[in-house]
């Protein structure tokens, strides 16, 4: 039987209050709701008209999963209405919750609504998938990594906190990924409001939590019980303190941490040594996971600040992940407790991270060619005579491992060393250039859109293909329908599991150039005009003088094959940043 037979079916429309929210499929199914990828229709007004467009939302319905049923769209509840409508009001509780919530790192809510016998709340859609999957994906996160997740989602912790709520369910699976890799805090339904004075806003229970997450006092917590003097207790933030250090731990090991009963015999410290964790993160790890409450960290800014999370973006070394970070310690005297200061170890640039191939000068027709077909768009016309002088171009994208070795820190969706990078917009790659050159005392630079093509099709060996290369596009480009990661069969992973691969595992160009064709586009120098072609000057051309977009060109892992040619045109805001994007080297 399908694990998901009870719910709605795809192009079920929901009628809201201010949308609609046509049903495309299930994303998940818990014990007290189905969440649904669904599109709801916007209008984009400009100053001379507009246009109406589809956006991916994701729509939560209460559903109870061993008492309610379904007649048609209608949820039906059997002899268990009393019950059904208790946890019906807490699932409204939750919505209403989340929506008094503004904070980076916590999904928007849209509006809720009541149909079919139920409830519903609409909320942005997280394109990235659950940071569980990419743990599970992965085996495991590296230790910086994992620490720049670990800070912008206690950012967004420690928030709820000044706003008198606690989450109370916090785990991977609960935190969900933006397109850009940022997480995002979702599912509610344990999350507890205080009032100013430390009382609850009801009388309902907490409730246990997730096991492995959840801290033992969590089970049977007592909300109106007072403390010695009398008084009502403090919000008990401690219960988040321990979720977001099993948190960290999963993200570290892989492994699902161990029951908060398993913890009281004996912290599994040796889980997070054999990963290459270092002193300091493990010792944090294991305050913060303290089966005494009073001896955990009180609060999530005392937990970031004993990781110094903000120093903890380091890159690691290009031969080993696990690198643990230089630890410098200072001492402050004798009434004060040492705090490590954690510094990052910078690997050396890589002069094979540079690898630049030498473009001869020469004359090409650029544009939209014979063999470009009716793929052709109309900025790619008119075909028109191009001339060039001769240049160096990257022999591969600019990868992780380069990035990182000049700024410090890795802003991809997916990491590896050999993978290009991405999430980077036009305007951070000039702030990279610049640093590069500073340290090879070189004049690394973007490909001009030109020059970019002309290396795409093969400079003066070119055999006149469609894509870079070859015009079978399987042989030298991932795209959207080969970009696939073989996955475990009982896991999800993001973007259905396809992704960028390492540079240079397809056939190379005539010129000996890879990946032009695919895997991620790359920024190009110029400003974009859609009409530029038909104006263009014939010798080095540098685009449009002005605009308000950057050319990128090239396709990508995400992207259909006839992006992957080499005539084909795209462009966006110079602050734009998707897991698609990357650039390479022109000299």
């Known amino acids: 039987?399908?694990?998901?037979?009870?719910?709605?079916?795809?192009?079920?429309?929901?009628?809201?209050?201010?949308?609609?929210?046509?049903?495309?499929?299930?994303?998940?199914?818990?014990?007290?709701?189905?969440?649904?990828?669904?599109?709801?229709?916007?209008?984009?007004?400009?100053?001379?008209?507009?246009?109406?467009?589809?956006?991916?939302?994701?729509?939560?319905?209460?559903?109870?999963?061993?008492?309610?049923?379904?007649?048609?769209?209608?949820?039906?509840?059997?002899?268990?209405?009393?019950?059904?409508?208790?946890?019906?009001?807490?699932?409204?509780?939750?919505?209403r919750n989340l929506a008094g919530l503004s904070h980076e790192g916590i999904v928007k809510v849209i509006e809720t609504f009541e149909v079919n016998g139920t409830s519903y709340y609409a909320m942005?859609?997280?394109?990235?998938?659950?940071?569980?999957a990419l743990i599970v994906r992965r085996g495991g996160l590296p230790q910086g990594e994992a620490l720049e997740l670990f800070g912008q989602m206690a950012s967004a912790l420690a928030y709820m906190h000044s706003c008198n709520m606690l989450h109370l369910d916090l785990k991977p699976g609960n935190v969900m990924l933006r397109g850009n890799g940022c997480p995002v805090l979702i599912d509610f339904g344990l999350a507890k409001q205080y009032n100013e004075d430390g009382d609850p806003e009801s009388s309902t229970t907490i409730g246990g939590g997730t096991p492995g997450y959840a801290p033992l006092e969590q089970s049977n917590y007592n909300e109106e019980e007072k403390d010695e003097g009398g008084k009502e207790r403090?919000?008990?933030?401690?219960?988040?303190?321990?979720?977001?250090?099993?948190?960290?731990?999963?993200?570290?090991?892989?492994?699902?941490?161990?029951?908060?009963?398993?913890?009281?015999?004996?912290?599994?410290?040796?889980?997070?040594?054999?990963r290459g964790v270092s002193s300091v993160v493990i010792a944090a790890i294991r305050r913060a996971m303290s089966p005494i409450p009073d001896d955990r960290y009180q609060s999530v800014p005392d937990f970031a600040a004993a990781l110094q999370?903000?120093?903890?973006?380091?890159?690691?070394?290009?031969?080993?992940?696990?690198?643990?970070?230089?630890?410098?310690?200072?001492?402050?005297?004798?009434?004060?407790?040492?705090?490590?200061?954690?510094?990052?170890?910078?690997?050396?640039?890589?002069?094979?991270?540079?690898?630049?191939?030498?473009?001869?000068?020469?004359?090409?027709?650029?544009?939209?060619?014979?063999?470009?077909?009716?793929?052709?768009?109309?900025?790619?016309?008119?075909?028109?005579?191009?001339?060039?002088?001769?240049?160096?171009?990257?022999?591969?994208?600019?990868?992780?491992?380069?990035?990182?070795?000049?700024?410090?820190?890795?802003?991809?969706?997916?990491?590896?060393?050999?993978?290009?990078?991405?999430?980077?917009?036009?305007?951070?790659?000039?702030?990279?250039?610049?640093?590069?050159?500073?340290?090879?005392?070189?004049?690394?630079?973007?490909?001009?859109?030109?020059?970019?093509?002309?290396?795409?099709?093969?400079?003066?060996?070119?055999?006149?293909?469609?894509?870079?290369?070859?015009?079978?596009?399987?042989?030298?480009?991932?795209?959207e329908d080969n970009s696939l990661i073989k996955r475990h069969k009982w896991f999800s992973i993001l973007l259905d599991g396809k992704q960028t691969h390492p540079v240079g595992t397809k056939r190379p160009n005539e010129l000996g150039i890879y990946d032009m064709s695919g895997n991620v586009y790359e920024w190009c120098q110029d400003w974009y005009d859609s009409k530029y072609y038909a104006n263009s000057p014939q010798h080095n051309p540098q685009g449009a003088i002005s605009g308000s977009s950057r050319v990128y060109r090239g396709g990508s892992w995400y992207g259909y094959a006839r992006n992957c040619r080499v005539s084909n045109r795209f462009c966006n805001s110079p602050d734009t940043h998707y897991h698609n994007l990357g650039f390479r080297l022109a000299l």
């Open 1 to 95: 039987m399908d694990r998901y037979d009870k719910a709605l079916q795809p192009g079920t429309v929901l009628r809201g209050k201010d949308n609609s929210y046509r049903i495309d499929r299930v994303l998940g199914q818990g014990t007290f709701g189905i969440t649904y990828l669904a599109y709801t229709r916007v209008v984009v007004k400009g100053e001379l008209g507009s246009v109406p467009t589809e956006i991916q939302v994701a729509v939560k319905e209460f559903f109870m999963r061993d008492i309610n049923g379904r007649e048609g769209s209608t949820v039906t509840t059997g002899g268990s209405r009393e019950l059904f409508d208790k946890y019906n009001y807490k699932f409204r509780r939750e919505a």
């Open 234 to 274: 403090q919000i008990p933030v401690t219960m988040d303190v321990y979720a977001l250090g099993a948190t960290l731990y999963k993200m570290l090991t892989g492994e699902r941490p161990p029951a908060a009963s398993d913890v009281l015999r004996r912290f599994p410290a040796n889980a997070l040594a054999d």
């Open 124 to 132: 942005e859609y997280c394109s990235g998938g659950s940071l569980d």
């Open 309 to 479: 999370v903000k120093s903890a973006q380091q890159p690691h070394s290009q031969h080993d992940e696990k690198t643990e970070p230089q630890i410098i310690v200072i001492d402050p005297g004798p009434s004060h407790k040492p705090q490590p200061i954690i510094t990052p170890v910078l690997p050396k640039i890589d002069l094979s991270d540079m690898d630049m191939v030498y473009v001869e000068g020469g004359t090409f027709m650029m544009g939209a060619t014979a063999e470009q077909g009716k793929d052709a768009d109309s900025d790619e016309k008119p075909a028109h005579i191009v001339t060039l002088d001769s240049y160096y171009i990257g022999k591969y994208p600019v990868t992780q491992r380069l990035w990182k070795a000049v700024m410090g820190s890795n802003p991809s969706h997916f990491k590896g060393d050999k993978l290009p990078v991405e999430c980077v917009s036009w305007n951070k790659v000039q702030e990279f250039l610049k640093k590069l050159n500073a340290k090879t005392g070189k004049n690394f630079r973007l490909p001009t859109e030109a020059e970019w093509e002309f290396a795409a099709r093969g400079g003066n060996k070119s055999r006149g293909y469609k894509y870079s290369g070859s015009n079978n596009v399987d042989d030298v480009a991932w795209y």
